[in-house]
């Protein structure tokens, strides 16, 4: 089934990317306004701000066939649930697999509300979602003690499964859940991917990138960066594509610079998240356009051939 690539810019992290913006256009895909909210959106929100931007999308771009949505920053990956709504109903998929390149786990409890890094809970539990297979992981939040704050009874249940770059404890294989998990920096582009196959257990899937999973000469985030080479994720995701129909996919992890919006005790509460939470130096702005462009189109290059 081939993707159309469109951009859902809620902070002007894309609308700096010329050629990117080229090429979605060329094949007939848009630009989608988020009506403002984006601000309120960043990093985490109540469900009334996330419904809507799901309500705007349905009244002004409903989805008639799937798509490759860019995003912006890692900041929205909650936008994620929802984009996977739309692809279910684009594609008519009765099951599916998530497929979740990312540098951090996402499975964090957060309530009121979803955070970008709580997102996976709800992702998982969609009915028509059979299991989400996160790959590339190196932060903190699935070693010993950072695994604490997760949503384990998804690892337990076999909902959400872990094949991390590195155990950040230093072993040699990923202990969690009474089950060892593979570290794929150990394995070849090749070895990655029939490891993946192996556990994809549906003709569908949907794949979400979070550009933090790549190393730092591959994207440049708000976040901190994973060891995964780009050419390895489009080889990964190239090897997926030839042997199922990926029903849908969105890309995060373009870097931006903070702004929220709310109320001023909601904005003081992700401002000092942020600080606590994301690297404190900035990027060149100019450098992370260039290197983040880069990767965007060869992703745009490797879900949507047909088109480009």
Request: net charge neutral; hydrophobic share 40%; charged share 25%.
């Amino acid at each position: 089934m081939t993707l159309r690539p469109s951009i859902l810019n809620l902070d002007d992290s894309l609308t700096s990317q010329g050629s990117l913006i080229d090429r979605v256009q060329a094949a007939g895909g848009l630009v989608m306004s988020d009506g403002g909210i984006g601000p309120r959106l960043r990093l985490w929100c109540r469900d009334p701000i996330l419904k809507q931007l799901h309500f705007r999308l349905d009244a002004h771009y409903p989805i008639s066939k799937p798509e490759l949505v860019f995003v912006g920053s890692g900041d929205f990956h909650h936008v994620t649930p929802l984009l996977i709504d739309r692809a279910l109903t684009a594609s008519r998929s009765q099951a599916t697999t998530v497929l979740h390149f990312d540098n951090h786990p996402d499975w964090v409890r957060f309530s009121p509300g979803v955070h970008c890094g709580s997102w996976v809970a709800r992702a998982a539990r969609i009915t028509r979602v059979q299991r989400l297979i996160s790959v590339g992981i190196c932060s903190g939040d699935i070693g010993r003690r950072g695994s604490r704050n997760g949503d384990l009874e998804l690892v337990r249940q076999g909902r959400v499964e872990i094949y991390p770059y590195r155990d950040p404890d230093g072993g040699s294989v990923l202990a969690l859940c009474n089950k060892l998990w593979p570290l794929i920096n150990y394995k070849s582009d090749g070895e990655i991917a029939e490891l993946l196959m192996s556990r994809i257990e549906t003709p569908d899937v949907y794949i979400t990138i979070d550009k933090d999973v790549l190393r730092s000469a591959d994207a440049v985030t708000n976040w901190d960066q994973g060891g995964l080479s780009l050419e390895t994720l489009l080889s990964v995701i190239g090897r997926v594509s030839r042997t199922h129909r990926i029903i849908g996919a969105d890309v995060v992890g373009d870097w931006s610079p903070i702004h929220y919006g709310g109320p001023w005790w909601e904005r003081a509460l992700k401002y000092g998240e942020a600080w606590l939470d994301q690297p404190h130096d900035h990027p060149d702005a100019a450098d992370a356009i260039k290197v983040n462009e880069r990767a965007n189109l060869k992703i745009l290059d490797a879900l949507c051939k047909t088109l480009v």
